[in-house]
């Protein structure tokens, strides 16, 4: 129950973020500020913030949904043995949360020097990633004699991720971003390996942007 409140707030403040960034609201409904010149759909924080201050992270699981009625209408399209199974639903959930906070780690903690903590406190930065509407184009469910099949684009999926301070508990950011995972046009053989690959790509993508505005960004 609390999965299906959480996407149903998600989806309704996502949905504000299909236009145009010069349509977006310039300040959020709690009150943080949309930053300009980002690399990102939007970018809201808190007045007042320094996100320089942070030296610590502290990464929670990561909550992924797929886009709506994506199951469904994938199996529309494929043979019966074929088709995405609840079970699978839940595995590729699961494969998402784990391989997007194995991504982020490594570039914050690696590139960015961050230590990963996990308590909350002083100098502390936490963050509370999801994905939603994530739109797999061709899922490698490791069927028995599947077919080749090939995509010029692995899928999409849009990312909206909440920074609080770790002593007080609140919020101080919030990043809101749709990727598309491509090929540069090139159509490619479509498998778990290349999926994941593509997936990565767009994960670190989005913690170097992180990375930067931890070491520059003040409001």
Same mark, same amino acid.
């Given at each position: 129950?609390?999965?299906?409140?959480?996407?149903?707030?998600?989806?309704?403040?996502?949905?504000?973020?299909?236009?145009?960034?010069?349509?977006? @609201?310039?300040?959020?409904?709690?009150?943080?500020?949309?930053?300009?010149?980002?690399?990102?759909?939007?970018?809201?924080?808190? @007045?007042?913030?320094?996100?320089?201050?942070?030296?610590?992270?502290?990464?929670?699981?990561?909550?992924?949904?797929?886009?709506?009625?994506?199951?469904?209408?994938?199996?529309?399209?494929?043979?019966?043995?074929?088709?995405?199974?609840?079970?699978?639903?839940?595995?590729?959930?699961?494969?998402?949360?784990?391989?997007?906070?194995?991504?982020?780690?490594?570039?914050?903690?690696?590139?960015?020097?961050?230590?990963?903590?996990?308590?909350?406190?002083?100098?502390?930065?936490?963050?509370?990633? &999801?994905?939603?509407?994530?739109?797999?184009?061709?899922?490698?469910?490791?069927?028995?004699?599947?077919?080749?099949?090939?995509?010029?684009? &692995?899928?999409?999926?849009?990312?909206?991720?909440?920074?609080?301070?770790?002593?007080?508990?609140?919020?101080?950011?919030?990043?809101?971003? @749709?990727?598309?995972?491509?090929?540069?046009?090139? &159509?490619?053989?479509?498998?778990? +390996?290349?999926?994941?690959?593509?997936?990565?790509?767009?994960?670190?993508?989005?913690?170097?942007?992180?990375?930067?505005?931890?070491?520059? +960004?003040?409001?």
């Amino acid at each position: 129950m609390l999965n299906k409140i959480l996407l149903t707030l998600l989806l309704a403040i996502t949905a504000t973020f299909t236009f145009a960034k010069d349509d977006l @609201p310039a300040v959020s409904h709690d009150g943080l500020h949309l930053m300009p010149d980002t690399k990102l759909r939007a970018v809201y924080m808190k @007045p007042g913030t320094d996100l320089s201050i942070y030296d610590k992270i502290a990464l929670l699981d990561t909550y992924v949904a797929f886009r709506k009625h994506w199951q469904r209408e994938h199996n529309e399209d494929e043979n019966f043995d074929q088709r995405v199974s609840d079970k699978d639903m839940k595995e590729i959930i699961d494969r998402v949360s784990k391989e997007f906070n194995k991504e982020f780690i490594k570039v914050l903690s690696t590139e960015g020097g961050h230590p990963i903590v996990k308590d909350a406190g002083d100098g502390v930065l936490i963050l509370r990633p &999801a994905i939603i509407n994530l739109d797999i184009n061709a899922p490698d469910l490791m069927t028995a004699g599947m077919s080749r099949t090939f995509v010029a684009s &692995a899928g999409s999926m849009t990312l909206y991720l909440e920074l609080y301070d770790g002593k007080t508990q609140a919020i101080i950011a919030r990043i809101i971003d @749709p990727e598309a995972t491509d090929s540069a046009g090139i &159509a490619q053989v479509s498998n778990r +390996v290349s999926n994941t690959a593509a997936f990565d790509r767009v994960v670190r993508r989005w913690a170097k942007i992180l990375n930067k505005h931890l070491a520059q +960004v003040k409001n």
